[in-house]
C-alpha cells in the first residue's frame, strides 16, 4: 500500500483555524483539528438555531459537509440546539505503538492527534463536551458527561448525530448484520442500515461510518434523514441509562482511495479501545477448527483425530449437545445424548493438545452463565460459543461484555454469533476471539456477497465465516480454491474451516496441506488489491512465511501480484492452489510451484466466481530454483 502521506495537503492544514461563518449562517469560526499528517481534518462550529456542527475534509476536500450532533434525554435537556459559544482545548499529540495478544499485525501504531470541544449555551444552561481525535486513517469523536450539582445520572433518548456527504453516493446497505448486501443509493436505502457502513464517492474513493468501543450503550445503525438530503442520522437501538460520568461509543469517519486501503487501516477501530486487561493472557489460544456434526462420542474422537493429523487446534460441539436449545427446560450443564461421553471427549482431546469449544444457547446463558462457568472449567473446555445473543439494546450489550469478562476469569475464550458486530473490545478483552455478525458460508454467498462482507464489515474486526469446503453448494457458487483463499482474506483467530464436513469428508485432498500450514493471527497485513464486491488480493505474513488469499467476482479478471514485500536476494518457493478441472480430485484444485524472490510478479487469473491461494516460503539452503511457472502467466 502507498503511504498515506503522499495525500498530505499544505502544512497549514495542520493546525487549520478558519475565521469564515458555518454554511446557513454559524454564528461561530470554525475549530479545527488536523490529523498528525494533514491527511483528516475534523472542524467544529456552531450554526443556525445554535445547532452544534462539524465537518470533515479529507485530502483536502470536505467528505462530510456541515452538519449537526447532539442528543436528546428523556425528560430532560435537549443537546442539540441553543447553543451560542465554542471552545477547543488544548491540541495533544499521541504516538505510541502497542503489542496485540493476537490479530491482523504483531504491532499496532496509535498516533493522532487530539482535543476536547466544548459547546456552551446559557439557557439552559449546560455545556456539550465532546473527545475529538484525528487520524491519517480517519476521525472519530464521543459524548462526554460529567456529574454536575445534584446529578449523576442521564436517561438518553435518542442520539442525532448527522453525517451529510457531498452527493448521493453509492452505498452498500445491509439492513441485518448477517443479510446480503445490495448497492443503492444513499436516497433508495429502505431503512436502517448496519455500521461499518460503507460508500463509494467517485474516483474509487470510499468512505466508513463506523462505531467503536461499544460495551454499555445501545448500538448505532444509521437512518436516512427525512429533512435533510444526502445524510445518514445515528439510530440508537433503544434508550440508555447511565451513571456519571459518561463516555458515549466512538463515531467514526474514515475514508481512503480505495476499499483495499480502508481495510488495511481497520486497526483504528482497535486503537479507540481500551489496552487489554488481561494481565497473564498466556492461556488464550488462536487456531482452527472443526465441528463435530454428529454430536456422538465417535464423531468427536474422530475429529481429535482428524485435527491432529491436519493440523487443527480445537473441535467445536454445536447446539443439541445438552438438549433442545430453544426450550427453557435444558440443562446446559448436562450432556443430553446418550450417545455422547463429552468428558472422555474432552478428556482425548486435552491430551492430544486439542481444545473443546462448547455452543451454549443465549437461554441458559442468561440464565445460569454463573453456574455454568465453573462446571465449564472443571470440565476442561477451552471456550464457548454464544448462540442467538440478545442485541442491540443497552441491557443486552452490557450483559454480553460483563459476560466476556466472567468468561476471562475462568480462563475460558468465547465466540458471539448471530447478529453481533464487534466495535474492537477484543483488544480489551483478547479473549473474546471473535464473532459472527456476517453472511458467512452457511448462507451460501457467492463471491460478490463475500468480498462485499470483506470490504465492510471486516473493517469492524475478526468474523467466523464458518467455512464450508467439502459441501456441494461450493461448486454451485464459487470454487474449493476461492475456499482456500477465504482463510487468508477473512481474519479470524478462530478459523472454523469445515462447517458442514465431516473427518470422513476428507479423501487425501493434497491441497489440505494448505489449510494444515495457515495461520490464524498474522505478523504483517497488506491488502494488494481491493474492489468492494469485486476482487482482493490480502498478503499476511506469520515468521518467515506469507500466504496469500485472492477472490474474483463478476467477470474473468487477472490481477498482477509483486512480491517485493519479500526480502530482498533471498530466495523463496511459491505454491499456488488454483482451480483446475483437470485435477483428479472432486475438488478440482492444482497445486503448482515455482522460485521466487522480491522481484517476481506472479498473476492471479480468476474465473468471475474463482479465487486462488498462495504460500510463499523460504527456500531451502543450498536448493535449486524451482522450475515452472504458475497457471495464468
Not at 460503507?198 to 468512505?207: M, P
Amino acid at each position: 500500500m502507498n503511504d498515506l502521506r503522499r495525500w498530505t495537503t499544505a502544512p497549514a492544514l495542520l493546525l487549520l483555524a478558519l475565521s469564515a461563518p458555518a454554511a446557513g449562517g454559524a454564528a461561530e469560526p470554525w475549530k479545527s483539528l488536523s490529523s498528525p499528517g494533514g491527511v483528516f481534518v475534523i472542524e467544529f462550529s456552531v450554526g443556525e438555531k445554535g445547532r452544534p456542527m462539524y465537518r470533515v475534509k479529507y485530502a483536502g476536500a470536505g467528505i462530510i459537509e456541515p452538519c449537526g450532533i447532539g442528543f436528546v434525554e428523556a425528560e430532560g435537556p435537549d443537546w442539540t440546539g441553543g447553543f451560542d459559544a465554542i471552545e477547543m482545548g488544548v491540541v495533544s499529540g499521541h504516538d505510541e505503538t502497542w503489542k496485540p495478544v493476537w490479530g491482523e499485525r504483531s504491532t499496532v501504531r496509535d498516533h493522532y492527534r487530539g482535543a476536547t470541544v466544548i459547546f456552551k449555551r446559557p439557557e439552559p444552561p449546560g455545556e456539550l463536551k465532546l473527545d475529538v481525535r484525528a487520524y491519517d486513517q480517519g476521525v472519530a469523536f464521543r459524548y462526554v458527561v460529567d456529574p454536575s450539582a445534584g446529578r449523576n445520572s442521564i436517561r438518553i433518548e435518542r442520539e442525532e448525530t448527522e453525517f451529510r456527504f457531498t452527493g448521493d453516493h453509492n452505498l452498500w446497505a445491509v439492513y441485518s448484520a448477517q443479510g446480503k448486501y445490495s448497492k443503492t443509493r444513499l436516497s433508495k436505502i429502505r431503512s436502517s442500515v448496519e455500521r461499518p457502513c460503507v460508500l463509494e464517492i467517485g474516483d474509487g474513493k470510499v468512505i466508513a461510518v463506523a462505531e467503536a468501543a461499544l460495551v454499555d450503550f445501545s448500538r448505532m445503525r444509521l437512518r436516512r434523514s427525512e429533512v435533510s438530503p444526502n445524510t445518514l442520522v445515528s439510530r440508537l437501538h433503544g434508550p440508555v441509562r447511565a451513571k456519571l460520568p459518561l463516555k458515549t461509543p466512538w463515531r467514526v469517519i474514515m475514508a481512503a482511495e480505495g476499499s483495499g486501503q480502508l481495510l488495511q487501516n481497520n486497526d483504528l477501530i482497535l486503537n479507540l479501545n481500551e489496552p487489554n486487561r488481561i494481565a497473564e493472557p498466556g492461556w488464550i489460544r488462536p487456531g482452527k477448527v472443526i465441528r463435530d456434526v454428529t454430536l456422538s462420542t465417535k464423531g468427536g474422537m474422530a475429529c481429535v483425530d482428524f485435527a491432529v493429523e491436519n493440523g487443527l487446534q480445537f473441535i467445536e460441539f454445536d447446539a443439541g449437545w445438552y438438549g433442545n436449545q430453544g426450550d427453557e427446560a435444558s440443562d446446559a450443564r448436562t450432556v443430553s445424548r446418550g450417545n455422547l461421553d463429552l468428558p472422555g471427549v474432552i478428556e482425548y482431546a486435552n491430551k492430544n493438545n486439542i481444545g473443546v469449544i462448547l455452543y451454549v444457547n443465549r437461554r441458559h446463558l442468561e440464565r445460569d452463565l454463573d453456574k455454568l462457568l465453573p462446571v465449564y472449567r472443571e470440565w476442561g473446555i477451552a471456550g464457548l460459543k454464544f448462540g442467538f445473543v440478545q442485541h442491540g439494546d443497552q441491557k443486552w450489550t452490557r450483559w454480553m461484555h460483563k459476560a466476556i469478562v466472567k468468561c476471562a476469569k475462568y480462563k475460558l475464550m468465547v465466540d458471539v454469533h448471530d447478529e453481533y458486530r464487534m466495535t474492537g473490545w477484543q483488544r480489551t478483552y483478547p479473549n473474546f476471539m471473535t464473532a459472527e455478525g456476517i453472511g458467512g458460508d452457511e448462507t451460501r454467498p457467492p463471491n460478490e456477497q463475500a468480498l462485499a462482507n470483506l470490504f465492510s464489515r471486516m473493517i469492524a474486526g475478526p468474523a467466523d465465516h464458518t467455512i464450508c469446503y467439502f459441501n456441494g453448494y461450493v461448486d454451485q457458487t464459487t470454487s474449493h480454491a476461492a475456499q482456500l483463499a477465504k482463510a487468508v482474506c477473512f481474519f479470524s483467530p478462530w478459523q472454523f474451516l469445515f462447517w458442514y464436513d465431516q473427518p470422513s469428508s476428507a479423501q487425501g485432498e493434497p491441497e489440505l496441506e494448505f489449510f494444515k500450514l495457515l495461520p490464524t493471527t498474522w505478523d504483517e497485513t497488506r491488502v494488494l488489491h481491493g474492489k468492494i464486491g469485486s476482487y482482493a488480493v490480502i498478503a499476511r505474513r506469520k515468521g518467515s512465511d506469507w500466504f496469500i488469499g485472492c477472490l474474483n467476482a463478476g467477470e474473468p479478471r487477472s490481477l498482477k501480484v509483486p512480491l517485493d514485500f519479500l526480502p530482498v536476494g533471498k530466495k523463496f518457493e511459491a505454491r499456488t492452489y488454483h482451480h483446475d478441472p483437470g485435477a483428479e480430485t472432486r475438488t478440482k484444485v492444482g497445486i503448482a510451484r515455482r522460485g521466487v524472490d522480491s522481484g517476481t510478479v506472479l498473476n492471479a487469473s480468476m474465473s468471475g466466481r474463482g479465487g486462488l491461494a498462495i504460500r510463499i516460503f523460504p527456500a531451502k539452503e543450498g536448493s535449486a530454483r524451482v522450475p515452472g511457472e504458475l497457471p495464468g502467466e
